[in-house]
């Protein structure tokens, strides 16, 4: 890569998490482009409706765009050169001449359980309260645990373990990416292994304008393929079922020897309906493949199941 002389701007929501997600990414380019320069990568923090709007659900809201929106406007005015996101956040439409053009490594794709009272969701005392914003994470720990109660848990990650402490709710699931992400690992009770986790949890993306040539050649460098390949499967599988906050939606691709094992599922928010497809394949079939799962997904929950 020649020369640049250009300054980087970043674009990230200004959450802890979000600004380590934003440092990492200049970590990765400083550390593969060793002719830029520090002061040339700038990170700008924008305020997203989705981070200001803290009373109701995301449901109610409008969904994931409401993380991306002020972001990629700002890409599209020129005021950004990329944005990093919460793969998990971004709408399975992107905006006209913007693109997902780098994915960073993955970290651990599972929800952590949180709660000083179990320490897992099965020994949680009957009648107890676990708070979450994720429809998703509501509906499955309804089905694991119909005795439970679930609420509307809001906030970034250090607000919700002050509102746990605060004896708001007895448990609560984050994901373990961004507990690792910020040093807090340690907070989780452990990782939960037998729940499917949110589309893409745990992939950082990069957006950048399509026709910035020379900001496509910087990230190519730190594009990690095979997060690519298992997030295009989960992303065509949410594509299938034009996946939105309302329907809570699970899935997660995993890659070993050049093949794609797909898992996914849609659950009603109360839990009690349940519908899983899979399917496994070469990684060249890796959106063909999600997009047919969702599809069957689809069919098995019928136009009511996406009416609730």
Same mark, same amino acid.
């Given at each position: 890569? /020649?020369?640049?002389?250009?300054?980087?701007?970043? !674009?990230?929501?200004?959450?802890? +998490? #979000?600004?380590?997600?934003?440092?990492?990414?200049?970590?990765?380019?400083?550390?593969?482009? @060793?002719?830029?320069? *520090?002061?040339?990568?700038?990170?700008?923090?924008?305020? /997203?409706?989705?981070?200001?709007?803290?009373?109701? @659900? +995301?449901?109610?809201? =409008?969904?994931? %765009?409401?993380?991306?929106?002020?972001?990629?406007?700002?890409?599209?005015? =020129?005021?950004?050169?990329?944005? &990093?996101?919460?793969?998990?956040?971004?709408?399975?439409?992107?905006?006209?001449?913007? %693109?997902?053009?780098?994915?960073?490594?993955?970290?651990?794709?599972? *929800?952590?359980?949180?709660?000083?009272? #179990?320490?897992?969701?099965?020994?949680?005392?009957?009648?107890?309260? &676990?708070?979450?914003?994720?429809?998703?994470?509501?509906?499955?720990?309804?089905?694991?645990?119909?005795?439970?109660?679930?609420?509307?848990?809001?906030?970034?990650?250090?607000?919700?373990l002050r509102k746990l402490e605060e004896g708001q709710a007895d448990a609560t699931l984050l994901a373990m990416a961004g507990l690792r992400r910020l040093g807090l690992e340690h907070v989780a009770a452990g990782p939960i292994d037998n729940l499917l986790p949110a589309i893409a949890q745990g992939a950082i993306?990069?957006?950048?304008?399509?026709? *910035?040539?020379?900001?496509?050649?910087?990230?190519?460098?730190?594009?990690?393929?095979?997060?690519?390949?298992?997030?295009?499967?989960?992303?065509?599988? +949410?594509?299938?079922?034009? !996946?939105?906050?309302?329907?809570?939606?699970?899935?997660?691709? /995993?890659?070993?020897?050049?093949?794609?094992?797909?898992?996914?599922?849609?659950?009603? @928010?109360?839990?009690?309906?349940?519908?899983?497809?899979?399917?496994?394949?070469? &990684?060249? *079939?890796?959106?063909?493949?999600?997009?047919?799962? =969702?599809?069957?997904?689809?069919?098995? =929950?019928?136009?009511?199941?996406? #009416?609730?």
């Open positions: 890569m /020649t020369e640049t002389t250009r300054t980087i701007r970043i !674009g990230t929501r200004g959450s802890p +998490l #979000a600004l380590a997600q934003a440092h990492e990414t200049r970590n990765r380019l400083l550390a593969a482009h @060793p002719q830029l320069r *520090d002061d040339q990568i700038e990170i700008v923090a924008i305020s /997203t409706k989705g981070d200001r709007v803290l009373d109701r @659900p +995301l449901s109610e809201l =409008g969904g994931k %765009g409401l993380f991306t929106e002020e972001i990629e406007n700002g890409l599209k005015a =020129g005021s950004l050169d990329i944005a &990093v996101h919460s793969m998990k956040d971004m709408p399975t439409i992107i905006h006209e001449g913007l %693109g997902i053009s780098c994915l960073l490594p993955r970290e651990d794709v599972r *929800d952590a359980f949180i709660c000083h009272k #179990a320490a897992s969701i099965e020994t949680l005392a009957p009648g107890m309260l &676990v708070g979450t914003a994720s429809l998703r994470r509501q509906a499955q720990i309804l089905r694991l645990r119909p005795d439970l109660r679930v609420a509307t848990f809001r906030g970034n990650v250090q607000s919700r993306g990069v957006e950048a304008r399509l026709d *910035d040539a020379e900001m496509a050649q910087l990230l190519l460098a730190i594009n990690d393929q095979a997060t690519q390949h298992c997030v295009n499967a989960e992303r065509a599988l +949410l594509a299938a079922l034009d !996946g939105s906050c309302r329907t809570p939606i699970a899935g997660l691709a /995993t890659l070993a020897n050049g093949r794609i094992r797909l898992r996914g599922e849609i659950l009603t @928010p109360d839990g009690r309906e349940y519908h899983y497809a899979e399917r496994e394949g070469p &990684v060249s *079939d890796a959106a063909a493949m999600g997009y047919d799962a =969702g599809a069957e997904l689809k069919r098995r =929950g019928g136009p009511t199941f996406f #009416a609730i």
